[in-house]
């Protein structure tokens, strides 16, 4: 069963805008990712946050993490009509040997209106 | 950069073939994944890989097996494929804990 569970299932917004986008999951976790996927190709890695951080940055990009409520969320800011993508969250569970197996969520479809 | 490379982008097979998806990467990763994405349901993974002959079944392995010779090279095997795998199939290979996709494989089973 999918762990990361995402909010909203789409997002429609006007270029220039923020989108934030947030992800929920349920046993704890070694890091949690953030990957995007144009329409019918491949997922590209964003970005990653460990556990111990609360806050990172990249570009356009800003990722938190709580870890008391087991939740994330990614802001994109002045998203622009190329941000138009599905975005998806993926944990790595803490503990044991997991061969860098991800848990994904079922995604955030996010269109950006020129 | 890494290149991760699928057989083929779209594929159409008839209930009951046997059905090869192969998936190749360059940068000598020791982890290979493969999943299925339908919508709704978003990535499942069927197999993964972390090892040359080493495999472990992922959520929902059922009606597939996998073949890993060579470190590079990751294939998925539907031995009688049904209409219930039609899908986009996603493969993946991993160095410290990123994940890195190939293009995928839309494939319509009728």
């Known amino acids: 069963s999918q762990q990361g569970e995402e909010d909203p299932q789409a997002l429609s917004i006007q270029e220039g805008e923020n989108a934030t986008m947030n992800c929920s999951y349920k046993t704890s976790i070694n890091n949690l990712q953030w990957y995007r996927q144009n329409s019918g190709r491949g997922l590209v890695h964003l970005i990653l946050i460990r556990s111990n951080e609360r806050e990172k940055h990249s570009g356009r990009l800003r990722v938190t993490l709580d870890t008391s409520k087991k939740s994330s969320s990614l802001l994109i800011t002045a998203s622009r009509a190329a941000d138009t993508a599905s975005y998806f969250c993926a944990t790595l569970n803490a503990g044991g040997t997991s061969y860098g197996k991800l848990t994904f969520g079922q995604g955030t479809i996010l269109t950006v209106h020129p | 950069d890494v290149k991760v490379t699928q057989s083929s982008r779209y594929l159409v097979k008839r209930t009951g073939e046997k059905v090869f998806l192969e998936c190749v990467q360059d940068m000598d990763h020791e982890n290979m994944f493969w999943y299925r994405q339908d919508p709704g349901l978003g990535l499942r993974l069927i197999y993964f890989?972390?090892?040359?002959?080493?495999?472990e079944k992922g959520d929902i392995p059922e009606g597939y097996s996998v073949s890993r010779e060579k470190k590079e090279r990751f294939s998925l095997i539907l031995e009688s494929a049904s209409t219930n795998q039609t899908s986009m199939y996603l493969c993946a290979s991993t160095e410290r804990q990123t994940q890195y996709f190939g293009p995928g494989t839309r494939l319509l089973v009728l």
């Open positions: 890989s972390y090892d040359v002959k080493m495999k």
